[in-house]
C-alpha cells in the first residue's frame, strides 16, 4: 500500500509516518501544498491528512487539502486539524471548544465497529492536543465515536471514503492506534480492490 502524510504542521505528524512505515505501508511526508495533479500521478492508494498548528483547522485553506479531498479517488483520513478542516469543506462546522490535552476515553457509537475501529473496543483511552473540535456534523457524514468533552471524535463518509479524528492514534498513549492505522490500510486494500474489478 502506497499512502502518504500529509504535513499540516502538526507536532506528531513524524509518527505517523512512523507508524504507517511500521505496518509495512510505503509512504513519505509531502508538503501540503503540493500539486495534486503530482499526487495524482504517484498512484496513491491513501491520503492522511495530518493535525496541524493551534487554529489550522479553522482556516479558510489548509494548502491544496481540499482539492485533495476532492480529486483524489482514494481513502483519506483527517487527524484532529485535517478532521475539522474535512467537516468543513464538506459544509460542516468547527469551531473553538474545550481544550483537551492528554488522555480520553472515547466511546463508539457502533455495537459492531467496522472499517477504522474493527477491533477497537467500545470504550478505549485516546490521546488528545487541541483547541478546536467539529461543532457541526457534515449532513453526509455519521459520528463514529464521542467522549464526554467531544461529541465528534471519530467521524466517517456515508458513502465515500471519507474519516475524520478528533483524537491522535499515532501517539502511543491512544490504546488502538496502530490497529485503527492497520484498518485504515485495510480501508484503502479494500477500495482499491473495489476498483480494480
Known amino acids: 500500500m502506497k499512502v502518504y502524510v500529509v ?3 502538526g507536532q506528531w505528524t513524524h509518527r505517523e509516518w512512523r507508524v504507517l512505515k511500521y505496518l509495512g505501508a510505503e509512504t513519505k511526508i509531502i508538503p501540503h501544498d503540493t500539486p495534486v495533479v503530482d499526487l ?3 498512484n496513491l492508494d491513501g ?3 495530518s493535525g496541524g498548528a493551534p487554529r489550522v483547522g479553522l482556516a479558510d485553506s489548509l494548502g491544496n487539502c481540499g482539492q485533495y479531498i476532492d480529486q483524489l479517488p482514494v ?11 474535512m467537516a468543513r469543506h464538506y459544509g ?9 490535552f492528554g488522555e480520553a476515553v472515547i466511546r463508539l457509537h457502533e455495537e459492531h465497529p467496522r472499517d477504522l475501529f474493527r477491533g477497537v473496543a467500545r470504550e478505549s483511552k485516546a490521546w488528545e492536543s487541541h483547541h478546536d473540535e467539529v461543532s457541526r456534523v457534515p449532513k453526509d457524514f455519521e459520528v463514529l465515536a464521542s467522549s464526554e468533552k467531544c461529541k465528534v471524535q471519530a467521524m466517517r463518509h456515508k458513502t465515500l471514503p471519507r474519516f475524520g479524528l478528533q483524537f491522535h492514534p499515532e501517539v502511543e498513549h491512544t490504546q488502538f492506534g ?3 492505522f492497520q484498518n485504515f490500510l485495510q480501508v484503502c ?7 480494480a474489478r
Open 47 to 49: 491520503l492522511v491528512l
Open 178 to 180: 496502530a490497529t485503527i
Open 92 to 100: 460542516g462546522e468547527a469551531a473553538p471548544g474545550g481544550s483537551e
Open 40 to 42: 495524482a500521478r504517484e
Open 7 to 9: 504535513d499540516n504542521g
Open 189 to 195: 486494500e479494500d477500495h482499491k480492490k473495489a476498483l
Open 75 to 85: 481513502p483519506i483520513v483527517g487527524i484532529c486539524a485535517g478532521h475539522q478542516f
